[in-house]
């Protein structure tokens, strides 16, 4: 949870001390540790730092003295004794910090370094050999790191509001960003809500000089790639031990662990392999952290929680979720840009809990659903080689498992639908397909100019995948991944917290890739290795649950109940609003909101709207 900060200028000035330390002042909340900044001619990096690891006493820039070479690091790194016995430092493991055997990996190997290096990071290192900077970003993207480049200056930092602070980097907003968040898209990965910063992408590296900026992608999923085991116990033992080791490496730090419990498959196995290393190591029960809804039942998940904590060995706490608030000024305050994830005002105050409890590190099981996968793309990879004995079995099975509806309901939903979206049916899927413009509520001048409507459709008409794996693999790229992330990151610093996510280790999620079908959907069951590999660990009623509370109801009470204020100041003082969308057409959105009648889809266009009007607001002052 560090905070980095660099410049480099390109063009032969020195780097002002004032702009270092006015970027480093922004996000003075990620270092607890203290900060420290140096500068020398054009190049200047900064580190606020938030000490969380047990190795030695860090220092926020580790520095090479006899090649001047210097590191600001935002890291945790993973399989560290592997790491040092490449290095030849296997004797000095116990003292060297995180940042210091990043700065070692590229004294010894150069750009090749980040494929040595396994966990989360980001980091910039100063490299006066090469006259430039040399910057990473870790393969999922946990850490997050931004930049702008232009008119000689190059500037890079862990928050958007750390490159704002600098006076050449304008707060202009992006107008394409803003039609995507409108119309519920996510099309541009690279760019951000301010014409002026950038990201980073996960997997990369950037080489920065007065050349210009060189960008190279340095890993990827192999969707070729196959795991084959002679079992079902073998697939889950193998999957188990990757698990508990990603579980394992994300419990190494000096400050206090908590773990999330939402009662769900994923967080309660990482919740209970957690409180099995920390017993099989004489630990301590483990903090658990739960939001409970007791006035929406509908999105409750007590009766799984509560399973889990009678299992033994946790210290749980609770958070009134149905008593939060979605669009909280102190929530919008914490983040530099409108955020996709309406349910983001739950992490915020379960994330002020474990700081209250003194928790230094969170753990949470963010997005197991992607990484292990509900295998529903099998039917449609059953129905393509026309296994039509195992498509009738498995569409059946799934019905029953999760209640939504008949056999046929389920084919419709998982294989047709699915497939009407194949390059022979997308004329008539797009006289189907409703357009976001279709309510008139984003301005259609606005959307005109930015090409909205062809966008969206293009990205509506991508063909579906024909088999499972294709389907994992094209959602474990998905760009909104470290988007949330990015966004979780900068809620938890303002909390003092690290959070990390062992569903998201690189070689849990290649090799859960590279499972057979069967794997991932079998007789019904979705995510079935995971199932079958915590047996013994879960309790039985979670383990093998099927169904799930829905958060959007509490969601739409909250917003209901808590946002009458905010809506009428946007209505009645749009101000920049007005230049994205049509503030009569809300305004009979919000009629009907307010009176209960308004859909799922106006409801988040309100909210998305609500978020929009505060946060343009902010950035044109």
């Not at 296994?387 to 008949?406: C, F, K, N, P, V």
Request: glycine share 10%.
């Amino acid at each position: 949870m560090s905070g980095i900060v660099a410049l480099l200028h390109t063009d032969g000035r020195h780097v002002p001390m004032r702009d270092l330390h006015a970027m480093a002042a922004s996000i003075v909340h990620r270092g607890r540790n203290g900060c420290e900044e140096w500068a020398h001619g054009g190049a200047g990096l900064a580190c606020c730092l938030a000490h969380a690891e047990p190795e030695g006493a860090d220092t926020p820039l580790p520095r090479s003295h006899a090649t001047g070479r210097i590191v600001a690091a935002d890291v945790r790194l993973d399989r560290r004794s592997e790491l040092c016995e490449h290095l030849g430092c296997r004797h000095e493991a116990g003292s060297l910090t995180d940042a210091e055997l990043v700065l070692r990996a590229y004294e010894r190997w150069g750009d090749r370094c980040v494929g040595y290096l396994q966990g989360d990071f980001a980091f910039v290192l100063w490299d006066p050999e090469r006259d430039g900077l040399f910057c990473a970003r870790d393969r999922v993207g946990v850490k997050p790191f931004y930049y702008h480049h232009g008119s000689g200056l190059f500037a890079a930092a862990s928050e958007i509001r750390a490159l704002l602070a600098h006076p050449a980097v304008s707060a202009q907003p992006d107008d394409l960003w803003i039609g995507d968040y409108l119309a519920g898209l996510f099309t541009e990965t690279i760019g951000t809500f301010y014409r002026d910063v950038r990201r980073l992408m996960p997997a990369h590296t950037m080489r920065v000089d007065a050349s210009g900026l060189q960008v190279e992608r340095y890993d990827r999923f192999d969707p070729e790639r196959e795991v084959r085991c002679a079992s079902d116990a073998e697939y889950a033992e193998a999957f188990a031990e990757r698990f508990t080791r990603a579980v394992g490496d994300r419990m190494r730090s000096a400050l206090p662990v908590g773990a999330a419990l939402s009662g769900g498959l994923d967080s309660s196995s990482v919740a209970c392999v957690a409180r099995s290393v920390r017993q099989a190591g004489g630990g301590e029960p483990l903090a658990t952290f739960s939001a409970i809804f007791t006035d929406v039942p509908q999105s409750d998940e007590s009766r799984y929680i509560d399973a889990v904590i009678r299992s033994g060995g946790f210290t749980p706490r609770f958070v009134r979720g149905d008593l939060g608030d979605p669009v909280a000024p102190a929530l919008l305050d914490s983040l530099d840009y409108p955020f996709f994830a309406p349910n983001l005002f739950l992490h915020a105050e379960l994330f002020a809990a474990a700081h209250d409890a003194g928790i230094g590190v969170w753990l949470d099981g963010l997005d197991g659903d992607t990484t292990v996968s509900h295998g529903t793309a099998r039917l449609v990879e059953l129905a393509g080689t026309m296994r039509i004995a195992e498509l009738w079995h498995e569409s059946g099975a799934l019905a029953d498992r999760l209640g939504h509806g008949s056999r046929v309901q389920t084919l419709r939903r998982a294989v047709i639908n699915p497939l009407l979206r194949a390059p022979l049916s997308r004329g008539l899927a797009r006289i189907r397909r409703r357009s976001p413009l279709d309510d008139a509520v984003i301005d259609r001048a606005f959307a005109a100019g930015i090409h909205l409507a062809e966008r969206y459709h293009a990205v509506a008409e991508i063909p579906a995948p024909r088999t499972l794996r294709e389907d994992h693999c094209r959602r474990l790229t998905w760009g909104m991944h470290s988007f949330v992330l990015e966004l979780l990151d900068q809620l938890a610093a303002h909390a003092g917290i690290e959070p990390r996510y062992p569903f998201y280790d690189w070689e849990l999620m290649n090799f859960c890739l590279a499972l057979p079908p069967e794997q991932k959907l079998h007789d019904g069951w979705g995510r079935i290795v995971l199932r079958r590999a915590m047996q013994g660990v879960l309790p039985h009623e979670v383990q093998w649950r099927t169904g799930k509370g829905n958060p959007g109801v509490n969601f739409v009470h909250a917003l209901r109940m808590r946002q009458g204020e905010q809506f009428d100041a946007m209505m009645k003082h749009p101000g920049e609003l007005s230049r994205y969308m049509n503030v009569g057409r809300l305004g009979e959105m919000l009629a009907r909101f307010l009176a209960g009648g308004a859909s799922d889809q106006e409801t988040m266009t309100l909210w998305r709207a609500l978020t929009l009007w505060y946060w343009v607001g902010e950035a044109w002052k």
